[in-house]
């Protein structure tokens, strides 16, 4: 079945920017939309970007846009998450998940999910 592994989290800044990366093995990842969600401690899993298999449609949440930015290369099998601006609201585990095709904001609609990696925005 197909894996995903993200990367990319760390400790920043407020202000500052990185960039996650979801890596997918086993499986060619450019069937599949891909969603990152984010979870901080104590709250549910919140959606924050989504790219659609072609790459031709991208959505954000409210609380990101503007500021992260989606893309995806087939070739490399890897989709990314660049993050400016960085706020400390932004503080939370980030996962990548993917289903076939076309991107859904409902968390129980994708099939496969990395691990996480956690982005952590303080001074």
């Known amino acids: 079945q197909l894996q995903l592994v993200e990367s990319g989290g760390g400790l920043v800044q407020p202000g500052g920017s990185l960039r996650l990366s979801c890596a997918a093995s086993?499986?060619?990842?450019?069937?599949?939309?891909i969603h990152w969600f984010r979870q901080a401690p104590g709250k549910e899993r919140e959606r924050v970007s989504c790219?659609?298999?072609?790459?031709?449609?991208?959505n954000y949440a409210d609380s990101v846009k503007g500021r992260f930015t989606i893309s995806r290369d087939n070739a490399k099998n890897t989709v990314y998450l660049r993050m400016d601006s960085l706020k400390p609201e932004d503080t939370a585990v980030y996962y990548c998940?993917?289903?076939?095709?076309?991107?859904?904001?409902?968390?129980?609609?994708?099939?496969?999910w990395g691990q996480g990696t956690q982005v952590t925005v303080s001074s």
């Open positions: 086993r499986f060619a990842l450019s069937y599949y939309a």
């Open positions: 790219i659609n298999s072609s790459g031709r449609s991208t």
């Open positions: 998940a993917a289903r076939l095709n076309f991107c859904s904001g409902y968390v129980a609609e994708y099939d496969y």
